[in-house]
């Protein structure tokens, strides 16, 4: 691609750069300062990615890229009220919530419970100044700079999200949710999470990450969050993205698991103008297991793109990915999802799914996945469905009494009801259930929603 076009909407971020990186919380610390100079000039070289590049020829970013987002403000701790928090903490889920407004930790909006010994939970601005022995060996090891320009962003811009860390052997009861909300600052603001999770061997850990906007407004989400997966411990992550209906929100996960981990990433999209979720698993220890699933919920003119790789590495691993998507009106989904197998990774046991219902004529959803397989020794397979709701099952309800919407609305619910029984923390699968039940296309009750 020529150099002209990588430059489209590069300056304004480079001069945001230049403004607010003496501000940048761990400023002055000669670890961060330098990896934050290297990200943004790797993010110059990138620039934004086109349509004429393989892993975005689906989705293109030229809105971001033609966007003026600006680094949202310090805000004020007291911008949500009651009835919002309750709404966007699943209320009453008794866990430790970790509040983030516009990009930065609200200690007054945030709740942390009594913590059992061997877990440390903090900013990721406080970890910065506090914490660099915990953070350096892992903080960019996994998200690639080097190659995505929205990661190189991220960590140019990197300031403040969650920093977790768990002690070997340490089994921690009730989950951890971390909420991030965008709220209006009369611009288009933008802010750039960013998560570490490091979990020690043979620890349990569950983890929920929440993305919500406050009114309709137009904002840039640009997260990253980094997960290490010590040998034999098991991880449970959620991740729900319910943005403004104008926003923009990418973020890339990147999981490393050690030998005989378990890792289960959960990822339900439901806002958003447009939405790029990557999720990669690095399976670099024998016998390492892991589980991708996914929904995702469109209409209008919603754009979702769902990219997921899955590397293995090492023998005798297990990996399942299913995700699902319901699109109506003029929606548009992308499911792109890789399982590499490496020539050392015998006895892998690999399985991939992608099933996609259309609820309207003008929905469309591009489905690609794929197997690269090095090894000879193994047990893989993927799938891939797009269709309608089924006739006769309609038909069947119909002749049952059942109206025509209740109907369709019904075999809708139980096309998702399979992800969402798979949510294991019950104040997140119930509150989902609440949110779906409002949102699906043509439930009787939902409200009307133009592009």
């Known amino acids: 691609m020529s150099r002209s076009s990588k430059d489209t909407g590069v300056r304004p971020y480079l001069d945001s750069f230049a403004r607010f990186a003496k501000e940048l919380p761990g400023n002055g610390a000669g670890w961060v300062d330098p990896l934050r100079r290297e990200a943004i000039a790797r993010f110059e070289a990138l620039g934004f990615p086109s349509t004429h590049d393989e892993a975005w020829r689906y989705t293109s970013m030229r809105p971001i ?15 949500l009220t009651p009835e919002q928090f309750e709404r966007l903490t699943f209320e009453p889920w008794e866990c430790s919530h970790l509040v983030f407004v516009n990009g930065r930790y609200a200690p007054g909006l945030s709740t942390l419970r009594s913590l059992p010994a061997g877990l440390r939970v903090t900013s990721l601005a406080e970890a910065l100044a506090t914490r660099r022995g915990s953070i350096e060996p892992h903080l960019g090891s996994g998200a690639d700079a080097s190659a995505n320009a929205f990661v190189a962003l991220n960590t140019a811009f990197l300031h403040d999200g969650a920093f977790v860390e768990v002690d070997p052997g340490t089994i921690v009861e009730e989950p951890i949710h971390l909420l991030f909300v965008s709220t209006p600052n009369g611009f288009d603001g933008m802010s750039h999470p960013r998560n570490l999770f490091v979990v020690g061997a043979g620890a349990r850990i569950t983890l929920a990450e929440s993305y919500a906007g406050i009114d309709a407004e137009r904002y840039l989400t640009n997260a990253v969050t980094e997960i290490v997966a010590g040998d034999g411990s098991v991880i449970d992550h959620y991740k729900l993205q319910r943005e403004s209906r104008t926003a923009f929100h990418v973020a890339t996960l990147h999981a490393a698991a050690g030998r005989n981990a378990t890792i289960s990433s959960h990822s339900i999209t439901l806002g958003g103008a447009l939405t790029r979720n990557d999720v990669i698993v690095a399976m670099r220890g024998e016998g390492a297991d892991c589980t991708l699933n996914g929904l995702y919920v469109a209409d209008g003119r919603q754009h979702m793109d769902n990219h997921t790789l899955i590397d293995h590495e090492k023998p005798h691993g297990s990996s399942r990915q299913l995700y699902k998507g319901v699109l109506d009106d003029q929606a548009r989904g992308v499911f792109d999802g890789t399982v590499i197998v490496r020539p050392d990774a015998q006895k892998t046991d690999a399985r991939q799914e992608n099933r996609n219902l259309l609820m309207s004529e003008d929905a469309l959803v591009d489905s ?11 047990k893989c397979s993927h799938a891939a469905t797009i269709g309608q709701l089924d006739e006769d099952a309609l038909f069947y309800l119909r002749a049952r009494g059942i109206g ?34 409002m949102q699906l296309p043509h439930h009787p009750h939902a409200a009307v929603r133009r592009p």
């Open 65 to 79: 890229a033609e966007g003026r987002f600006e680094l949202h403000a310090a805000t004020r701790g007291d911008v």
């Open 368 to 378: 690609k996945p794929t197997l690269l397989i090095h090894a000879d020794d193994v």
């Open 404 to 437: 025509a919407e209740a109907a369709r609305s019904l075999l809708t619910q139980g096309f998702v009801s399979e992800i969402l029984q798979r949510v294991r923390v019950e104040a997140v699968r119930a509150g989902l259930e609440c949110l779906l039940f």
